[in-house]
């Protein structure tokens, strides 16, 4: 199977699969890239960040991104190939949203109000949030500790991403600062630090 491939069936595999939306799907993109050896979990990071700045759903465009980087891996220094990709990434993981839009709707629809559906919808939540919470905890971790979070016990953490994961906490918590003010900002100091 081509790399292409891989891709459109890792991504469908996980729109069709994933419960939860866009945060849900954050780890299980995580945990894909990194076992297909696409993706460490720095470039993951960085991958994210960048998603989570860009206009539109994150998981859509973590998926352009990751098919972006999986596209040029295919081919290193040919854009269309590298676009392919992010096309390829896109589709495959916005594809079973709507087909099961497209196929369902109307049942659920007919049937959102019944006891069954009311039933398993309040035993995923908790595991919605519980899939959050743990990309969460994974994603700071590897913010801190790098690709080597395991050593987390063996080791301090990067003191300058832990002053701005900290200052970003503050201000979205405890201000009316602007989270796109923040993400800016938290850009700004990257470039400035990695100068």
């Given at each position: 199977?081509?790399?292409?491939?891989?891709?459109?069936?890792?991504?469908?595999?996980?729109?069709?699969?994933?419960?939860?939306?866009?945060?849900?799907?954050?780890?299980?993109?995580?945990?894909?890239?990194?076992?297909?050896?696409?993706?460490?979990?720095?470039?993951?990071?960085?991958?994210?960040?960048?998603?989570?700045?860009?206009?539109?759903?994150?998981?859509?465009?973590?998926?352009?991104?990751?098919?972006?980087?999986?596209?040029?891996?295919?081919?290193?220094?040919?854009?269309?190939?590298?676009?392919?990709?992010?096309?390829?990434?896109?589709?495959?993981?916005?594809?079973?949203?709507?087909?099961?839009?497209?196929?369902?709707?109307?049942?659920?629809?007919?049937?959102?109000?019944?006891?069954?559906?009311?039933?398993?919808?309040?035993i995923l939540r908790p595991l919605v949030t519980g899939l959050i919470i743990t990309a969460s905890v994974l994603l700071l971790l590897s913010a801190l500790w790098g690709?080597?979070?395991?050593?987390?016990?063996?080791?301090?953490?990067?003191?300058?991403?832990?002053?701005?994961?900290?200052?970003?906490?503050?201000?979205?918590?405890?201000?009316?600062?602007?989270?796109?003010?923040?993400?800016?900002?938290?850009?700004?100091?990257?470039?400035?630090?990695?100068?």
């Amino acid at each position: 199977m081509g790399i292409f491939a891989k891709l459109a069936w890792i991504f469908f595999k996980i729109g069709i699969l994933t419960v939860g939306g866009g945060l849900a799907m954050i780890p299980i993109i995580q945990s894909e890239m990194v076992r297909m050896g696409w993706l460490d979990n720095q470039q993951f990071l960085d991958i994210l960040g960048i998603a989570q700045m860009t206009p539109g759903a994150m998981s859509v465009n973590t998926a352009t991104f990751v098919g972006y980087r999986i596209g040029g891996i295919a081919q290193p220094g040919s854009l269309w190939v590298a676009l392919a990709g992010a096309l390829i990434g896109t589709a495959a993981v916005c594809a079973p949203s709507l087909i099961c839009v497209n196929m369902l709707g109307p049942f659920w629809r007919r049937n959102m109000e019944h006891p069954c559906m009311v039933k398993i919808f309040t035993i995923l939540r908790p595991l919605v949030t519980g899939l959050i919470i743990t990309a969460s905890v994974l994603l700071l971790l590897s913010a801190l500790w790098g690709d080597s979070w395991m050593a987390v016990l063996e080791r301090t953490p990067d003191l300058q991403a832990s002053a701005l994961v900290l200052s970003a906490f503050v201000l979205t918590a405890f201000t009316r600062v602007s989270p796109v003010y923040v993400l800016l900002g938290g850009a700004v100091f990257g470039m400035l630090a990695g100068a």
